[in-house]
């Protein structure tokens, strides 16, 4: 057996038996083997070791190795897949009835409601200082109030909002003039004491007349109005000024306001929308699956 | 459909698709394996793991041979078979009886599958085969059983095993000795046309 061949003519006899030299390396290699008799002896060798290998026959295998869904974890995949998406064609379904049920119903009957309850509001709040006191200077403040309501009713919603809030500011300063007179008229009264009963009341409290997108007061409506908080006492000291009464407040703004501030109809439909969309992922997802 | 459609449809989801390559490429697989390893349990179950493993890294063949890919995989499912083993020998160096005490006895150290006389008049080349393979390194016996047993070129071997051309050719070299080392040994066993050691003449 032979010995003495180096790992490179090994590897060059196994190459030149696989055919894998180039012309140049297998013209230099037939040069040495036909000179060199153990390098001859060596390709006879692997060549006869080569058949070996090549003779055993080709088994068969002893049975099938087909998949099955359970083998690749296809089954449950499989039995939700079709529950998934009918899921999202329902849910897609939910959003189209949605959207046109908002174009439709909230378009058309929703400017009407608000146009409709808009001036009721403001009556309500405008008629409360006249619930505790039956002076004149009151009955001419409710008719002014009646009367500015009736107007707002007249006009468009979002012209509504801008058109109290001025009538609002223009009663108050016509308030806080006759306040004025009034105290100056009994400053001068003869030796009248100050703790005599005032003429007219001390309004206290704020009301933050906040509204919605549709004219509707947000926060204060015409129960909170009436509650005590917002009511009128009579105090012999009127130091607050009318105008700072009816002072905005700043109403902070979240998800809370935003979502308040829309008719049911439209969460429903942003809900479902949303639903819909991760229905559809979900559908692409298990399908590329 | 032809092997490549089949491929395209198996990439899709198609099991059934992907079943008739099975069915193409199961022989091949299970031939390899049987090389590898030596014995057909084992096979079945690296041919069965292979198949599964293909299917679901099937989105990562890239074109080629695919012959040569699903060999690669089969392949590397020996490699850890081979793992496996050697972090978890099969025998233990002294079984326990049923109450858990050793068994003193040397006869469980038995070979139960070959005894010295059985081994010596092997004359199978056959088994003479799979005994030199089962003696070389799991590298050195992937090549030579995809080159010289399946018939692959270079090149597909390279492919099937992740390395270069030259490491195929250094690799199956390498092999061939040692295998020509470990096959002269059953020289007169071997029928004339195969032994490697020519007779000296009187």
């Known amino acids: 057996m032979t010995k003495n061949l180096s790992l490179r003519d ?80 329902l849910a897609s379904i939910m959003f189209i009835v949605t959207f046109f049920g908002d174009i439709f119903f909230v378009g058309s009957l929703g400017g009407a409601l608000q146009v409709a309850r808009a001036p009721q509001s403001d009556a309500a709040i405008m008629a409360i200082p006249v619930e505790k006191h039956d002076e004149p200077l009151a009955e001419m403040m409710l008719d002014e109030a009646e009367e500015f309501s009736l107007e707002s009713a007249e006009i468009e919603n979002r012209a509504l909002t801008e058109e109290v809030e001025q009538t609002r500011t223009e009663a108050a300063t ?104 991760g229905m559809w992922v979900a559908v692409w997802f298990l399908r590329r699956r | 459909m032809d092997e490549a459609g089949l491929i395209h449809a198996a990439v899709q989801g198609d099991l059934d698709s992907f079943n008739r390559l099975v069915l193409a490429y199961q022989d091949l697989l299970y031939n390899q394996a049987y090389r590898m390893l030596g014995e057909p349990q084992g096979a079945e179950d690296a041919t069965q793991d292979a198949f599964i493993s293909a299917y679901r890294k099937l989105k990562s063949y890239r074109g080629g041979s695919f012959r040569a890919w699903l060999l690669r995989i089969v392949t590397n499912t020996c490699y850890d078979e081979f793992r496996r083993q050697k972090r978890r020998p099969i025998a233990p160096l002294a079984p326990l009886n049923q109450d858990d005490e050793e068994i003193e006895s040397p006869r469980w150290m038995a070979d139960p599958s070959e005894s010295p006389e059985e081994a010596a008049v ?81």
């Open chain 1, 10 to 89: 090994w590897e060059a006899l196994s190459a030149y038996l696989d055919d894998q030299l180039s012309r140049k390396q297998r013209a230099r290699l037939e040069g040495r083997l036909q000179k060199e008799p153990e390098l001859k002896a060596g390709l006879e060798e692997l060549r006869r070791t080569m058949v070996v290998l090549q003779s055993q026959p080709r088994l068969r295998a002893p049975h099938n190795f087909m998949l099955t869904p359970d083998m690749v974890g296809l089954t449950r995949s499989r039995r939700v897949y079709p529950a998934v998406r009918l899921a999202a064609v």
């Open chain 1, 174 to 277: 016509q308030i806080g003039t006759i306040i004025t007179e009034q105290e100056s008229v009994a400053e001068e009264g003869a030796g009248e004491p100050m703790s005599a009963a005032p003429l007219f009341p001390t309004i206290t409290g704020t009301p933050q007349p906040a509204f919605d997108v549709y004219g509707l007061p947000a926060t204060a409506t015409p129960t909170d109005l009436a509650s005590p908080t917002a009511t009128m006492t009579e105090s012999p000291t009127t130091t607050a000024t009318p105008a700072a009464v009816f002072q905005n407040t700043p109403v902070p703004f979240g998800i809370s306001q935003l979502v308040s501030g829309m008719p049911v109809i439209r969460v429903l439909e942003i809900l479902v929308a949303i639903l819909a969309v």
């Open chain 2, 122 to 202: 092997r004359s199978d080349i056959r088994e003479a085969l799979k005994h030199c393979l089962g003696e070389l390194p799991p590298d050195f016996r992937s090549v030579v059983i995809l080159v010289d047993v399946q018939g692959l070129d270079y090149a597909e071997a390279a492919q099937a095993i992740g390395k270069p051309l030259g490491t195929v050719k250094s690799r199956l070299a390498r092999a061939r000795v040692r295998l020509r080392d470990c096959l002269s040994g059953f020289g007169e066993l071997l029928p004339a046309a195969f032994r490697l050691v020519k007779e000296s003449k009187p």
